[in-house]
């Protein structure tokens, strides 16, 4: 499993991280590239909730979960609907761009340990 830091679903063509700051509608987010046959989807989904605490907030640190195709929609509404259902956008990919290099594996970079999933 591999994971990229960057920015979706946003305006500008080449956002980067001022620009995302700046309000441009990008939404920081981690893709995650994985083998099923190694960990599912909903272990993917699992450990999303373990992980992460669903929170209101503004576009850039918005609490989602990104499909592409409908099996993975479908558990993605079903994970958010047996937790409450608050807080976490289901939505379908938008295009995705990479976040500035120096933002790549950031916590292992300053001493913080393993990356956790957000």
Not at 20 to 37: K, N
Not at 65 to 70: A, Q, R
Not at 102 to 118: I, M, P, R, S, T
């Amino acid at each position: 499993m591999t994971t990229t830091v960057g920015y979706t679903g946003g305006k500008s063509a080449r956002p980067t991280y001022e620009t995302v700051c700046a309000g441009d509608g990008h939404t920081e987010a981690i893709r995650i590239e994985y083998d099923p046959a190694e960990i599912t989807y909903e272990q993917l989904l699992q450990q999303f909730y373990q992980e992460h605490t669903p929170r209101r907030a503004q576009t850039q640190y918005k609490s989602a979960v990104w499909y592409h195709d409908e099996e993975q929609k479908n558990l993605a509404e079903a994970a958010v609907k047996a937790r409450g259902g608050k807080f976490v956008d289901v939505d379908p990919a938008p295009e995705w761009h990479d976040a500035e290099r120096y933002h790549q594996k950031y916590l292992e970079k300053q001493g913080a340990g393993q990356c956790v999933l957000l």
